[in-house]
């Protein structure tokens, strides 16, 4: 009898535990690890920053521009947190749910060939766009960009998002 219940005991902390045995894994390019988090790199004297952000998309232009669009998104909505602390972490709009509220003015402004693209510009797309990663037809790469903050909150004053 107490075989009985030894067995499933066994049984049971086997089924328990083996999930937490399988192995990690963790996506690298070239012995690093990298964040899909935006990172800070720098800021420039006329405010602007530079950043490296992350994209996905079907190939590498598509993922650079989905890269572009949510540098962007993270300067206006998030803040930038991560990387070498130089750029403001606070986002450009306080707003709670900004996004929603003005849904129809942002969808115009990051539409693909939209007005983002006069904020945000590459650096150095060939030296700096690394894979991350692919999962079936996605890729993943993260790009250096430059975000004229400044031009990006004087254009969100001017269209009545934000107050000066």
Same mark, same amino acid.
């Given at each position: 009898? #107490?075989? !009985?219940?030894? +067995?499933w005991i066994l049984s049971l902390l086997l089924l328990i535990l083996a999930?937490?045995? $399988?192995?990690?894994t963790s996506i690298s390019s070239q012995g690093s690890f990298y964040s899909f988090e /935006?990172?800070?790199?720098?800021?420039e004297l006329d405010g602007s =920053?530079? =950043? $490296? #952000?992350? %994209?996905?998309?079907?190939?590498? #232009?598509?993922? =650079?521009?989905?890269?572009? !669009?949510n540098a962007l998104n993270d300067v206006i909505f998030k803040?930038? @947190? %991560?990387g070498n602390g130089g750029c403001s972490d606070k986002p450009l709009i306080f707003e709670v749910? #900004? @996004?929603? !509220?003005?849904? +129809?003015? +942002?969808? $115009?402004?990051f539409a693909d060939g939209g007005e983002y693209e006069k904020? =945000?510009?590459?650096?150095?797309?060939? @030296? /700096?766009s690394r894979i991350k990663g692919e999962s079936g037809t996605q890729k993943n790469y993260g790009v250096v960009v430059r975000v004229k903050r400044a031009e990006l909150r004087q254009r969100l004053i001017n269209d009545n998002i934000i107050k000066p």
């Open positions: 009898m #107490a075989m !009985k219940y030894s +067995f999930p937490s045995c $399988r192995k990690s /935006t990172q800070c790199l720098g800021t =920053v530079t =950043v $490296r #952000a992350w %994209g996905t998309g079907s190939d590498k #232009a598509d993922a =650079v521009e989905q890269a572009k !669009k803040g930038i @947190r %991560g749910n #900004a @996004r929603e !509220k003005y849904e +129809f003015y +942002f969808n $115009r402004f904020y =945000v510009s590459s650096e150095d797309e060939n @030296r /700096t």
